[in-house]
């Protein structure tokens, strides 16, 4: 029956208090969010874990509770025999360092593949797309092998030369692999580089330079392009394969990679392996070697960057300059990659293998902030970690080189925080966590009708 004219009027005030009561409580929610230590007082520890659980090396799992609503979703699986890879003749055991960005209603994902071990040729990078986070297309080489001229390389720790031969194929490294421009256009990038053993990494700054290829909305992908060469170690125009981007017909394709250039926050991410010391970067390492950067914004606006092996720094000008490095000491890392952001709630979160032995990289564990700077409640999202199938040099064992979705590349619907990772470098991983992050399953009562036979027996009643 339809309300009354008095009806309709004492629903409206009803509905207009409700609504003024709710903006009230978000405004002081708002107000009372934690706020850090000041960018001066934080900056000897940008980040502290203060909770006193640890894991145990005895279990996978660490002993500890794990992360409520974590689903995790096998989205490659390296086989020799049957290989999934498109344009494969066979199987790539090494895969490893996975990246995630969500643009034009899909996930898409990329890592490095190699034969069947780390630094050893040849190397190339595949490319995964999935609309839903856990059905994903079969791998397409997004990067392709690239051939190497003779490379006279005099390595600069032993003043020992190697003699790369010509037709030597070329092993990649890479800290970024997307970015999504501010006209919208996705670009994928990667870094061409050469071992001269596997104990000499590609990523000591030897390596030609960073390449970039767009991909379009239909899912095809544009010319690769050279985006940055490592010019300081001899490498330009005249000796590689590929074009300069500013070769391109394509302007808007220019402009995207124009902005990127110019975006010193997110290059940062490419120190590691270009090392160019020709004022690019907004770092000066010094003593430290900052490896796979990445960062999140606390309360206060203060950046907070981090890098392998406890390496943290602040900035408060958007990644132009940044305080002294510090060790965060707190944070039991073991040599693989932490990933750091804040979550739809408006917390934070860190996710990496907190290790008992500062070795084993194991388990996958998230801690929770309410502020950026202290941490707590350790939990585990990925605690199994199955038998290694394929042999490779330094294929560490467990779920690693975790990377989320960062700033400026995507927010998937839903509240769930996204992670990519490998397992033991031959297989990668998908972890989407339910957001609040929690070790507790609220309780919750289901309502069954009377009638319902089952229910009834449940109760041990007679129908």
Same mark, same amino acid.
């Given at each position: 029956?339809?309300?009354?004219?008095?009806?309709?009027?004492?629903?409206?005030?009803?509905?207009?208090?409700?609504?003024?009561?709710?903006?009230?409580?978000?405004?002081?929610?708002?107000?009372?969010?934690?706020?850090?230590?000041?960018?001066?007082? /934080?900056?000897?520890?940008?980040?502290?874990?203060?909770?006193? $659980?640890?894991?145990?090396?005895?279990?996978?799992?660490?002993?500890?509770?794990?992360?409520?609503?974590?689903?995790?979703?096998?989205?490659?699986?390296?086989?020799?025999?049957?290989?999934?890879?498109?344009?494969?003749?066979?199987?790539?055991?090494?895969?490893?360092?996975?990246?995630?960005?969500? @643009?034009?209603?899909?996930?898409?994902?990329?890592?490095?593949?190699?034969?069947?071990?780390?630094?050893?040729?040849?190397?190339?990078?595949?490319?995964?797309?999935?609309?839903?986070?856990?059905?994903?297309?079969? *791998?397409?080489?997004?990067?392709?092998?690239?051939?190497?001229?003779?490379?006279?390389?005099?390595?600069?720790? /032993?003043? $020992?030369?190697?003699?790369?031969?010509?037709?030597?194929?070329?092993?990649?490294?890479?800290?970024? &692999?997307?970015?999504?421009? /501010?006209?919208?256009?996705?670009?994928?990038?990667?870094?061409?580089?050469?071992?001269?053993?596997?104990?000499?990494?590609?990523?000591?700054?030897?390596?030609?330079?960073?390449?970039?290829?767009?991909?379009?909305?239909?899912?095809?992908?544009?010319?690769?392009?050279?985006?940055?060469?490592?010019?300081?170690?001899? @490498?330009?125009?005249?000796?590689?394969?590929?074009?300069?981007?500013?070769?391109?017909?394509?302007?808007?394709?220019?402009?995207?990679?124009?902005?990127?250039?110019?975006?010193?926050?997110?290059?940062?991410?490419?120190?590691?392996?270009?090392?160019?010391?020709?004022?690019?970067?907004?770092?000066?390492?010094?003593?430290?070697?900052?490896?796979?950067?990445?960062?999140?914004?606390?309360?206060?606006?203060?950046?907070?960057?981090? @890098?392998?092996?406890?390496?943290?720094?602040?900035?408060?000008?958007?990644?132009?300059?940044?305080?002294?490095?510090?060790?965060?000491?707190?944070?039991?890392?073991?040599?693989?990659?932490?990933?750091?952001?804040?979550?739809?709630? &408006?917390?934070?979160?860190?996710?990496?293998?907190?290790?008992?032995?500062?070795?084993?990289?194991? *388990?996958?564990?998230?801690?929770?902030?309410?502020?950026?700077?202290?941490?707590?409640?350790?939990?585990?999202?990925?605690?199994?970690?199955?038998?290694?199938?394929?042999?490779?040099?330094?294929?560490?064992?467990?779920?690693?080189?975790?990377?989320?979705?960062?700033?400026?590349?995507?927010? *998937?619907?839903?509240?769930?925080? @996204?992670?990519?990772? /490998?397992?033991? $470098?031959?297989?990668?991983?998908?972890?989407?966590?339910?957001? *609040?992050?929690?070790?507790?399953?609220?309780?919750?009562?289901?309502?069954?009708?009377?009638?319902?036979?089952?229910?009834?027996?449940?109760?041990?009643?007679?129908?």
């Amino acid at each position: 029956m339809l309300l009354s004219l008095k009806g309709q009027f004492l629903m409206k005030i009803y509905i207009g208090i409700h609504s003024l009561a709710f903006l009230i409580i978000f405004q002081v929610t708002l107000s009372a969010q934690k706020m850090p230590p000041s960018i001066t007082e /934080s900056a000897r520890e940008p980040i502290r874990y203060v909770g006193n $659980k640890q894991t145990d090396p005895k279990y996978h799992h660490g002993g500890l509770r794990h992360a409520v609503g974590a689903h995790r979703y096998q989205a490659f699986r390296a086989n020799r025999e049957y290989p999934s890879e498109v344009g494969s003749p066979a199987g790539w055991t090494y895969n490893h360092q996975p990246y995630l960005c969500y @643009w034009n209603d899909q996930f898409y994902l990329q890592y490095l593949s190699n034969q069947y071990t780390e630094h050893l040729t040849p190397g190339r990078t595949m490319l995964m797309t999935s609309s839903n986070g856990r059905d994903w297309s079969s *791998p397409e080489i997004i990067f392709p092998e690239y051939t190497l001229p003779q490379i006279d390389y005099v390595d600069p720790e /032993s003043r $020992k030369t190697y003699v790369i031969p010509e037709g030597t194929k070329a092993v990649m490294h890479q800290r970024m &692999g997307f970015y999504i421009s /501010s006209n919208n256009r996705l670009l994928t990038l990667a870094f061409y580089s050469f071992c001269p053993t596997s104990r000499i990494g590609p990523n000591r700054g030897q390596g030609l330079g960073r390449v970039v290829r767009e991909i379009y909305r239909d899912g095809t992908y544009g010319p690769i392009y050279f985006i940055r060469y490592n010019r300081h170690a001899g @490498w330009d125009e005249s000796n590689t394969n590929y074009p300069f981007y500013q070769e391109s017909s394509d302007q808007g394709f220019i402009k995207s990679c124009d902005e990127l250039l110019n975006n010193k926050l997110i290059t940062l991410q490419w120190w590691e392996e270009d090392r160019g010391e020709d004022g690019f970067f907004a770092i000066v390492p010094g003593e430290y070697e900052p490896k796979a950067f990445n960062f999140y914004r606390r309360p206060d606006k203060v950046l907070v960057g981090i @890098w392998k092996h406890q390496l943290t720094a602040l900035s408060d000008n958007e990644g132009q300059s940044w305080t002294d490095f510090a060790l965060s000491k707190s944070l039991m890392t073991c040599g693989a990659k932490i990933w750091g952001q804040q979550t739809e709630d &408006g917390k934070y979160a860190l996710v990496y293998n907190h290790s008992a032995t500062r070795r084993n990289r194991w *388990p996958l564990a998230v801690m929770t902030g309410e502020d950026g700077h202290e941490f707590n409640n350790l939990l585990c999202l990925h605690g199994e970690v199955p038998p290694m199938r394929y042999y490779g040099w330094a294929k560490n064992q467990g779920p690693q080189y975790v990377r989320g979705i960062i700033e400026g590349n995507g927010n *998937p619907p839903g509240n769930h925080m @996204w992670n990519v990772y /490998s397992m033991s $470098k031959e297989d990668i991983w998908i972890c989407r966590t339910r957001v *609040p992050i929690s070790g507790i399953v609220q309780q919750r009562k289901c309502f069954l009708p009377r009638s319902n036979g089952a229910y009834n027996r449940l109760l041990g009643k007679t129908e």
